[in-house]
């Protein structure tokens, strides 16, 4: 199975949580914690601020639960996810206005480098993922945000393209330039390998 | 999703690899997306490097990013805590013995006795025979309850609830063998208590699986919170714990578990990651009533892992005799393996 299975609470848990069960708000905390902060850390390295983020999310969840639609559990991910990224804007926004940088905007959807990402696919062996994890480095970052939104966070392009301010068409654009990329050195790599081991057995 | 199989027949490597319903496929099939992908490369035969080759480049995506620090996860679920001021951590509180004083057993005699006569007084009242759900050999089902609580009941096992089930304070169900509860929260809080071999399982509004077979009673719990009541201990089980409960010993021992690996039956598969063959030797008996005989003894240690479909006790055996690469032999009564 290539995608991660990410944790998820179920229909019940919701129910309760908007009936006013606190362990509830538990679960869902203990379900989509890592997935918000592995989100949220790619768009801001400051870890204090984005644990605040975090932290407002299951607050404003807990005070507003009375008005909490009965989202379908599979669409949970996605709302906490717009809801991180409206307070991490809010939050950048403020602090801008204090240390006087400009174009936040920017700096929200500024792809972090240092996210230390990695390709940890059992189907090929270290050196392939570590020419992997390169290759996608190597891509635009907005390329390398769509290919994780689709692939880690297992989100549909309709819901990327809401994330990301952009029409389904570039969402699918972006993933079709980053794969036809990898692809094409992927496959050279491959040629490659043949090539030595070939070599090799004169 | 009806895509139109047209659509695809000028689409090369890169294209289908960047097509979401492919990817659907690829990264979580579905019967429908298999046979919509199998009968396009029936009819379009050349495009299978392709498909492998697509197929390929999105199953190595495959990425780790790094987590937050679980000391931090912790310390933020305290702050939550704080700033809405209402409990979200399970009290941790393990396996605790009950105490037993002398009042404490009178109190409880005198609770008996109280509850004895009220249960005769509801007796006669209602005249109440209880409602029964049971499964034979082979055969599982669904049972709603009254309050709207949903039950799969597995092989061999039985369910039973007073008529007036909602209207009790607590909601009470006697259980044999083994089920999974969906438990439904109600308006004014009603405690579910499901009554096992030696336990009782208390609960608000929850999902888990009591299963109690072989002198063992196991409580596995998927979400939620139930609290666990043996004659001498009592513990709480946080989501993805399990309790077992030693008929023999009475003792209560509790440990994190895969949960899905004992709830998958009711999805009609089990779900094995190295369990011995003997242990699979003894669902097969607890569900299909069939003696498991190994020829070969060697064979009970085998450790079997993957998913095997549970729908008839010959695909059960089929699939068996693949994975062991063993002969498996069904017969009256009885499975065996050579």
């Known amino acids: ?202 | 999703m009806a895509e139109s199989q047209k659509k695809y027949e000028l689409f090369d490597a890169n294209q289908l690899a960047a097509d979401e319903f492919f990817q659907q496929w690829v990264l979580n099939p579905s019967r429908e997306a298999t046979l919509f992908w199998e009968q396009f490369l029936k009819e379009n035969p050349e495009k299978q490097t392709s498909i492998e080759e697509a197929r390929r480049l999105i199953e190595v995506l495959h990425f780790q990013l790094p987590a937050m620090a679980e000391t931090k996860v912790i310390a933020l679920k305290k702050r939550l805590e704080n700033s809405i001021r209402q409990p979200l951590f399970v009290s941790e509180t393990p396996i605790l013995p009950l105490r037993q004083s002398f009042f404490n057993r009178t109190r409880w005699m005198a609770a008996a006795a109280v509850i004895l006569m009220l249960g005769t007084i509801f007796f006669w009242q209602y005249s109440n025979r209880p409602t029964e759900y049971t499964t034979s050999f082979g055969q599982t089902r669904q049972v709603t309850l009254p309050d709207g609580s949903v039950v799969n009941l597995n092989a061999n096992s039985s369910i039973s609830f007073a008529q007036n089930f909602s209207e009790q304070p607590v909601r009470e169900v006697w259980l044999k063998g083994e089920a999974f509860f969906s438990v439904k929260h109600t308006a004014n809080h009603t405690k579910f208590r499901v009554h096992a071999e030696g336990l009782d399982v208390d609960v608000l509004g929850t999902e888990f699986n009591v299963s109690d077979r072989r002198n063992t009673t196991k409580v596995v719990l998927q979400s939620g919170k139930v609290q666990i009541k043996s004659a001498k201990q009592s513990a709480i089980l946080q989501p993805g714990e399990m309790v077992e409960f030693s008929h023999s010993t009475k003792q209560l021992a509790q440990r994190k578990v895969p949960v899905k690996r004992y709830s998958s039956w009711k999805e009609k598969v089990w779900l094995l990651d190295g369990e011995a063959m003997s242990e699979v030797a003894q669902r097969i008996e607890d569900s299909f009533g069939v003696e498991v005989v190994f020829e070969n003894p060697s064979l009970a240690n085998e450790k079997i892992s993957g998913t095997i479909p549970t729908g008839s006790l010959e695909e059960v055996n089929e699939i068996l005799s693949d994975l062991l690469k063993a002969n498996c032999v069904l017969t009256n009564h009885k499975l065996i393996i050579k």
Not at chain 1, 2 to 8: G, L, R
Not at chain 1, 9 to 27: F, H, N, P, V
Not at chain 1, 165 to 170: D, F, Q
Request: charge should be negative; hydrophobic fraction near 40%; include cysteine.
């Open chain 1, 1 to 202: 199975m290539p995608a991660e299975q990410h944790p998820k609470i179920t229909a019940t848990a919701w129910a309760r949580l908007k009936a006013g069960d606190s362990y509830a708000l538990g679960e869902l905390y203990d379900a989509y914690v890592q997935l918000l902060y592995k989100f949220g850390k790619r768009h801001c390295q400051d870890d204090e601020l984005l644990t605040d983020a975090i932290h407002d999310v299951f607050e404003d969840i807990w005070n507003y639960r009375a008005t909490l639609s009965d989202v379908e559990t599979s669409n949970i991910q996605f709302y906490l996810f717009k809801s991180l990224k409206t307070k991490l804007l809010k939050y950048l926004n403020r602090q801008a206005r204090h240390t006087e940088l400009t174009d936040n905007q920017e700096y929200l959807h500024e792809y972090v480098e240092s996210a230390e990402l990695f390709i940890v696919s059992q189907e090929i062996d270290r050196h392939q993922q570590h020419q992997l994890t390169q290759q996608i480095a190597l891509l635009p970052k907005r390329q390398q945000e769509a290919l994780l939104f689709r692939f880690y966070d297992n989100l549909s392009y309709d819901e990327i393209a809401e994330l990301m301010s952009l029409t389904r068409h570039s969402v699918y654009n972006l993933i079709y330039k980053a794969l036809s990329q990898l692809r094409d050195n992927w496959v050279f790599d491959l040629i490659f390998l043949v090539f030595i081991v070939g070599f090799k057995n004169f």
